[in-house]
């Protein structure tokens, strides 16, 4: 049986591959400073192969035993959670990754990074391929994230290049689904929230910037098929269907029912124009692509937002 640490594992997407991960036999280890991520999103785990410990991996990381394989998913991951925590988002990119990285050397285990888009800044080449090496403002508000990726993308290849650590790398781009958190800051669960609310979606900027959107289901395969793999190198993930962020907007409003309507706000500082994911290495590498369509997808996601403000409201009623 494989024993696995996922850093991060209380989070939107660790959590998931808590579960994916216990699904294909392996014994989980999740260990997450909550910082972001939530208990409530691995609390409906029973198996006995799985330990949760709170720790911050920017310390140095104390695993007992035999570790086959490290995904290393800590990082705030929220435009708003890297602007409200700057510096932790530095250091868990920087020395969490070193930590994360100097354990599976010691456990001889194998090390999968959750790198980003973000990688590629505000990209000057559309759709991006890996090959492509960024648009990045390093002093602007995002470069915390986005230096901090690549950074840890640099310290990734050096742990395998210098050490022989066998290391994946990939590049996640906008994903959705269940167990994003209702104040995210994100698109999809911002305009989720109001809609369901009846605030209004807050726009920034025409909302003409695209993004691409994967379901998290169709990632989660993606990741599993990558963290088998021998690809050593960077590998996008993500969908290809690519859309302005005022279209899915109104998507979310059709999908809900809600008769909210959308305020236009200021466009953050680097906010990328566009984004949409070249998936030829993961189509060719992993066989991999996504299945979830954009509206099944988001049915899945408006029955989780539902529930949980359900949830919310009944603990806050006296
Ligand atoms: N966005 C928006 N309204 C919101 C939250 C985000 O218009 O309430 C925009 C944001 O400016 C960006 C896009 O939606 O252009 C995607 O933002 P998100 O924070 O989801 O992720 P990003 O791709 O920027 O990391």
């Not at 998931?16 to 280890?29: M, Q």
């Not at 958190?181 to 605030?199: C, S, T, V």
């Not at 793999?229 to 409003?253: D, F, Q």
């Amino acid at each position: 049986m494989p024993r696995t640490l996922i850093t991060g594992g209380a989070g939107f997407l660790g959590s998931h591959l808590c579960d994916h991960l216990l699904t294909k036999g392996h014994e989980v280890i999740c260990m997450d400073n909550l910082l972001t991520g939530n208990e409530n999103n691995i609390a409906h785990i029973r198996s006995d192969k799985f330990a949760f410990v709170k720790h911050d991996v920017t310390n140095y990381i104390e695993v007992d035993g035999r570790l086959d394989y490290i995904l290393h998913f800590a990082s705030p991951a929220s435009p708003d959670d890297y602007l409200q925590f700057p510096i932790q988002t530095l250091k868990v990119g920087s020395l969490g990754t070193h930590k994360a990285l100097g354990l599976a050397k010691a456990k001889k285990a194998a090390f999968l990074l959750a790198s980003t888009s973000e990688v590629y800044g505000d990209p000057l080449v559309h759709p991006q391929k890996e090959s492509y090496w960024g648009n990045v403002n390093p002093v602007g508000p995002r470069g915390v994230y986005d230096e901090a990726k690549r950074f840890a993308e640099a310290l990734t290849m050096a742990y395998h290049r210098a050490h022989g650590v066998d290391t994946k790398i990939v590049r996640i781009f906008n994903t959705y689904g269940p167990r994003m958190r209702l104040k995210d800051g994100r698109a999809i669960p911002n305009f989720l929230r109001q809609a369901l609310e009846g605030e209004n979606l807050t726009v920034y900027g025409d909302g003409n910037q695209t993004r691409s959107f994967c379901y998290v289901a169709d990632l989660v395969e993606g990741l599993y098929r990558l963290l088998l793999s021998g690809c050593n190198e960077p590998v996008n993930l993500g969908n290809p269907n690519e859309m302005t962020i005022e279209e899915m907007a109104r998507k979310i409003l059709q999908l809900t029912g809600s008769r909210s309507r959308i305020d236009y706000l200021p466009l953050p500082q680097d906010d990328p124009k566009v984004r949409q994911p070249d998936i030829a290495n993961a189509r060719s590498y992993l066989g991999w692509e996504p299945r979830v369509g954009l509206e099944e997808g988001l049915r899945e996601t408006i029955a989780y937002f539902k529930k949980t403000l359900e949830l919310q409201k009944t603990w806050t009623r006296p």
